[in-house]
C-alpha cells in the first residue's frame, strides 16, 4: 500500500512562488492500476514524481507500508528507487554508448534477471539488439525504455506518457505487454496521461485539476490494449 496525505509542492521562491500540489491524499493498494489524468499544469506529473521519490514534497508524507519517504537520506532513497521502482518517461533516457540489448540488461541485471531477451522480444525488437539508440527511430527508442524499466522487474512502476512516441499500432502492443505483465507479476502501475481512452484500462482514474483532485472513479471493467480507443 502506497498512502499519500497532504502533498504540497510549489516551485519558485518567495513572491513568485507557485503552487502546483495543494493538499493531495491518496492511497494505492499494491497490485492497482492507477491512471492520473489532467490538463497541462494540473499537478499530475509534479504527483508522479514526488510519489515516486524524484522530488520531495513541501509538506505532506508519501509512505510505502511502514517506510516513510520523507525520513530517507539522498543516498538510501536512491537505494529505494533502485530496488522497488521502475521509470518509464516521455524522455527516452537511454545510454548513447550501450546496444539495446545491453541497455536493457542493465536494467535486468539490477534483480538478477536473466531472461531479459524476452522482454527484447515482446516489445518487437528482435534483430535489432545489437543497434544503438542513434540507429534507432523515436518509437524503437520508447520501446528499449519500456523493455529496460520491465526487465528491471519492479514493485511498482510509474510512467508519464508512454507512447507519447509512439504509432499506434506499437502503442497498443507496448501497453499490452505492460498490461498482461502486471496481471501475471502483480505489481502496481502509477500512469500519467492525457490520453482519457488509455485510462479505460485502468483499475482506477483519479483526475486533477490546479493541484487538487477533482474526482476518483473506478473502471468495473477495464478494457484491454486493443479495445480503447486511440
Same mark, same amino acid.
Given at each position: 500500500m502506497i498512502r499519500i496525505e497532504k502533498i504540497q $509542492?510549489?516551485?519558485? =521562491?518567495? #513572491?513568485? +512562488?507557485? /503552487?502546483?500540489? !495543494?493538499?493531495?491524499? *491518496?492511497?494505492? /493498494? $499494491? #497490485? @492497482?492500476?492507477?491512471? *492520473?489524468?489532467?490538463? +497541462? %499544469?494540473?499537478?499530475?506529473?509534479?504527483?508522479?514524481? &514526488?510519489? +515516486?521519490?524524484?522530488? !520531495? /514534497? @513541501?509538506?505532506?508524507? &508519501?509512505?510505502?507500508?511502514?517506510? =516513510?519517504? %520523507?525520513?530517507?537520506? @539522498?543516498?538510501?532513497?536512491?537505494?529505494?528507487? !533502485?530496488d522497488h521502482i521502475g521509470f518509464i518517461f516521455q524522455q527516452y533516457y537511454l545510454l548513447p554508448g550501450l546496444t539495446v540489448e545491453k541497455n536493457v540488461k542493465m536494467g535486468a541485471d539490477l534483480s538478477g534477471n536473466k531472461e531479459y531477451r524476452k522482454i527484447i522480444e515482446a516489445v518487437g525488437l528482435m534483430g535489432k539488439e545489437k543497434k544503438y539508440p542513434h540507429e534507432l527511430s523515436g518509437g524503437e527508442q520508447q520501446r528499449v525504455s519500456v523493455a529496460r524499466a520491465l526487465a528491471k522487474k519492479p514493485e511498482v512502476l510509474f510512467l508519464d506518457e508512454p507512447t507519447g512516441a509512439l504509432d499506434e499500432e506499437t502503442g497498443r502492443q507496448v501497453l499490452d505487454y505492460i498490461d498482461r505483465l502486471q496481471k501475471e507479476g502483480g505489481f502496481t502501475i502509477?500512469?500519467?496521461?492525457?490520453?482519457?481512452?488509455?485510462? @479505460?484500462?485502468?483499475?482506477?482514474?483519479?483526475?486533477?485539476?490546479? %493541484?487538487?483532485?477533482?474526482?476518483?472513479?473506478?473502471?468495473?471493467? /477495464?478494457? #484491454?490494449?486493443?479495445?480503447? %480507443?486511440?
Open positions: $509542492k510549489s516551485y519558485g =521562491e518567495g #513572491g513568485s +512562488s507557485f /503552487p502546483v500540489l !495543494r493538499g493531495v491524499s *491518496l492511497e494505492i /493498494p $499494491k #497490485g @492497482d492500476f492507477l491512471v *492520473l489524468l489532467g490538463a +497541462s %499544469g494540473s499537478g499530475k506529473t509534479t504527483l508522479l514524481n &514526488v510519489i +515516486s521519490g524524484l522530488e !520531495r /514534497p @513541501d509538506g505532506g508524507s &508519501v509512505r510505502y507500508g511502514s517506510e =516513510e519517504l %520523507g525520513h530517507l537520506s @539522498d543516498a538510501e532513497l536512491t537505494r529505494f528507487r !533502485r502509477v500512469m500519467v496521461t492525457h490520453n482519457a481512452n488509455i485510462a @479505460d484500462m485502468a483499475h482506477r482514474v483519479v483526475r486533477l485539476n490546479s %493541484g487538487r483532485i477533482v474526482e476518483t472513479y473506478q473502471n468495473k471493467t /477495464p478494457k #484491454g490494449a486493443y479495445e480503447i %480507443g486511440w
